[in-house]
């Protein structure tokens, strides 16, 4: 199952790099259907994932979720960016520390189904992945900044009070979103067909105005009965995901750097892991130390910085299809590590 798994992987990028070559599409990531289709899968990733996760009743389990949302983010992107700065000098991995940083809720949504994590592992990593968005996007802002004062040919980028509210005030405004669909919901819920209209509507206008924090919370609460239709549409989404990835390779990659913002954000993420979830169960704790993937968020994040540090793209693109590999690799094992246990202890 490993080698179709890796073989898809393989071949949908490599489709999506002869696409982009094919019809001479060079800057795929300029084009407003890029963009629109890119936040279209990230909505789609970020409700499948709150979708799935189940209800979260325990006191203790609430606090380690919000210990690794806020701390396991900042420590991740302080190890990973810190880590490649100091070795490079260069002030573009830091901000690669905040683009791999975060997990891709997609990725997690896809495949939750086939994990053989308890529920309450698979909870926090479905937690992790749906809302470590604003945590990212408020410390790349500073990172921004102290990066651009460190390159000499970027010049002096100051973020100014002005925009740090702008962000926090976009942050308010998804809260204000997902209550105001909650008092809809609330009023209508004895209607089955009205909540598939009010999913639809939600990740349409989450779409529109940007609002991704806003339908991760919204699939906490408004979940009509999907069945294995939302399964289909997480792989489907993701499937399209790496084939976007792959032409973004268009232009060239530089495979080294990205291998080793792989290997840091993987590292990074151990270390997250082993610190922040010492009560766990030992094989949960494995799990969720292979449990950093890359895809759509990641993305997003790189496009973003790419006006300012030409290039990071380039780094980024092979570096989330490296971290996807290990990540599919490592618990393709653990699962057979798994299956060999419970065997052993059947028989």
């Known amino acids: 199952m490993i080698f179709i798994r890796l073989f898809l992987l393989f071949f949908l990028a490599l489709l999506g790099f002869l696409f982009a070559n094919a019809l001479y599409i060079h800057h795929p990531q300029q084009s407003d259907w890029y963009q629109i289709l890119i936040y279209t899968l990230l909505a789609i990733g970020l409700y499948s994932s709150t979708y799935q996760i189940e209800k979260v ?29 100091l070795l490079s000098k260069k002030p573009i991995f830091l901000l690669l520390g905040v683009v791999v940083a975060q997990i891709d809720p997609l990725s997690v949504a896809a495949l939750m189904g086939k994990s053989k994590m308890s529920s309450k592992a698979r909870t926090l990593l479905a937690f992790w992945s749906s809302f470590d968005d604003p945590v990212t996007v408020i410390l790349s802002l500073f990172i921004l900044q102290f990066a651009t004062k460190l390159d000499d ?7 100014s009070s002005g925009l740090l509210g702008q962000q926090l005030l976009l942050v308010a405004w998804n809260f204000v979103f997902a ?3 909650y008092l809809i919901w609330k009023g ?4 089955p067909a009205f909540q598939y209209v009010w999913v639809v509507f939600s990740i349409i206008f989450a779409i529109y105005a940007q609002l991704m924090l806003g339908i991760a919370l919204i699939g906490l609460f408004l979940r009509p009965a999907f069945g294995k239709f939302i399964d289909y549409l997480s792989n489907g989404s993701l499937a399209i995901a790496t084939f ?15 291998l080793w913002v792989a290997l840091a954000a993987i590292f990074a993420q151990i270390i997250v892991v082993l610190l922040l979830t010492r009560r766990m169960d030992k094989m949960d704790r494995v799990y969720l ?8 968020t990641a993305i997003i994040l790189a496009l973003t910085f790419e006006t300012t540090f030409p290039g990071i793209i380039a780094i980024t693109a092979p570096a989330i299809f490296i971290i996807n590999l290990i990540h599919l690799m490592a618990n393709s094992l653990l699962d057979k590590r798994m299956e060999k246990n419970q065997r052993y202890l059947s028989s």
Do not use: H, S
């Open 289 to 296: 130390a292979f449990g950093q993937q890359n895809g759509i």
């Open 179 to 181: 209550a105001m669909i």
């Open 244 to 258: 976007l990835l792959g032409m973004l390779m268009v232009n060239g990659w530089q495979l080294l750097d990205g």
């Open 57 to 85: 009743r325990d006191r203790a389990q609430v606090l380690q979720i919000l210990q690794v949302i806020v701390f396991g983010v900042l420590l991740k992107v302080i190890l990973i960016g810190g880590l490649l700065f």
């Open 188 to 191: 209508t819920y004895r209607y």
């Open 153 to 159: 040919q970027t010049g002096n980028l100051l973020v």
